[in-house]
């Protein structure tokens, strides 16, 4: 079974998260962009999620919010800005419960012999930005939904 990767070099701009998955590059590009797979990947599984919108084409939007068990919710959105069928996705991402820290994250599917490797790229404006985000728990929250969609797949 593949590991999850998440280097977060110090004095970097960027996250990068990695994981190869047992499917197509197709199957785990449709898990990214059909809203009914999505919420079953995306975060901590203790957190429901609700997609407001979800336009995957260059210049459209998508937002979702997060439920925890106590009924805090958790926005999120951004911006489509390329999207590449079963190759990549290039978007903005922003946490609504710190506004103006957003994130360039550029997702890519890269396919050998029938498995496909996940890298996330998330580029931040400052280190700061970088640090702070890192410090809400995103490597863990990343490592969960990488195998949440590691079952997804499975199914």
Do not use: C
């Not at 110090?10 to 809203?35: G, H, L």
């Not at 012999?113 to 702070?132: H, L, M, P, Q, Y």
């Amino acid at each position: 079974m593949s590991e999850t990767t998440v280097t977060a070099t110090p004095n970097s701009y960027e996250v990068i998260t990695s994981r190869e998955f047992n499917a197509t590059k197709d199957k785990v590009f449709e898990a990214y962009t059909n809203p009914e797979l999505f919420v079953q990947l995306m975060g901590p599984s203790v957190l429901s999620m609700k997609i407001e919108s979800m336009d995957t084409v260059p210049g459209g939007k998508w937002r979702y919010v997060s439920t925890d068990p106590t009924g805090a919710e958790y926005g999120f959105h951004g911006v489509y800005h390329d999207v590449i069928k079963d190759e990549r996705i290039v978007q903005t991402f922003e946490f609504e419960g710190v506004p103006g820290h957003v994130s360039f994250n550029v997702i890519r599917f890269d396919e050998t012999d029938g498995k496909t490797t996940v890298t996330s790229t998330a580029v931040f404006e400052t280190i700061a930005d970088r640090d702070g985000m890192v410090s809400t728990g995103m490597e863990s929250g990343a490592r969960e939904s990488f195998e949440r969609l590691a079952t997804l797949l499975a199914e």
